[in-house]
């Protein structure tokens, strides 16, 4: 074995030990980073190997794809002896939002909303980002094309004392454990980043390995994230390190990723193609910053 192979194989592997992984959320990042964009078909074939490179066993994966056909995200049909699985049409929209997060230009908030939503399920305020405020009240930073909450809904905008925002809102949101796991894919991904930059290389399919993790780490933290406006952010906050990290080690990565897609995911019609106008579109639209 060489240095160069040494040092890829130990790359991937520290990447394996810290990113946790649960085989139905690396199937969902599977699903938007490699196969929504070309098409969102993929053989069952196809995502048992990539998930094993990842040290996730078949029985997972087959459990897995199982619960999120149940849950409406996936469809599957079968071609011969083939499974094939595509993204389920209710479940593009949500796909599509986090790719614009991913993917897309970064957005700051553009001020404040609150709402006035009797009887709001769990699993609402935490998809939505919202943070009770009082009876029935919540606030959350206003984003472009953010998620739809039933109930009365005001702009708002600080008034007056501005500089005792932080602290306030330091007490609505957890932003103590979204700065750690942005800190955290820093240090995991700094040094992969860094040996490339530097001249090193990583095979086609570790690029992929590589990319998948990059992906499902940032999203993991990315979409927790409320996204709050800089004058509420600690001074130090790191999430535009986080993406900046992203948007320069998802390009280094992805020519011999998406060669390894190309020559080895079969979609149903053959195999997937390595680029698409999707995929080139993601690539300029991080490189823009």
Do not use: K, N
């Amino acid at each position: 074995m060489t240095q160069t192979d040494s040092r890829e194989q130990g790359l991937i592997a520290t990447l394996l030990a810290a990113v946790p992984l649960r085989a139905t959320a690396m199937i969902v990042t599977i699903y938007g980073d490699v196969v929504v964009p070309r098409g969102g078909v993929l053989w069952m074939g196809a995502l048992v190997e990539i998930c094993a490179a990842l040290g996730i066993s078949e029985t997972l994966v087959r459990t897995a794809v199982s619960r999120l056909v149940a849950a409406g995200q996936l469809v599957g049909e079968r071609v011969g002896r083939r499974s094939y699985y595509r993204l389920a049409e209710a479940a593009g929209q949500e796909f599509a939002a986090a790719a614009r997060l991913l993917y897309g230009p970064a957005s700051d908030a553009t001020g404040w909303m609150i709402h006035h939503a009797p009887g709001l399920a769990d699993d609402v305020i935490r998809r939505a980002g919202l943070a009770r405020i009082g009876a029935d009240l919540y606030l959350r930073p206003a984003h472009d094309g953010a998620m739809a909450v039933p109930g009365l809904v005001f702009r708002a905008e600080v008034a007056m004392g501005g500089a005792d925002l932080p602290t306030y809102v330091a007490g609505l949101w957890p932003l103590d454990s979204h700065a750690a796991g942005y800190h955290a894919m820093i240090a995991q991904f700094r040094p992969v980043a860094t040996w490339l930059a530097q001249g090193g290389a990583l095979g086609p399919a570790q690029a992929l390995v590589a990319r998948l993790l990059l992906v499902h780490a940032y999203r993991g933290v990315l979409l927790r994230d409320p996204r709050l406006p800089v004058a509420a952010l600690p001074a130090d906050w790191p999430g535009a390190a986080a993406r900046a990290l992203f948007a320069q080690l998802y390009p280094l990565l992805s020519a011999r990723a998406d060669s390894y897609v190309g020559a080895h995911f079969d979609g149903g019609s053959g195999l997937l193609p390595a680029q698409t106008p999707q995929t080139q579109a993601r690539l300029r639209t991080l490189a823009e910053g």
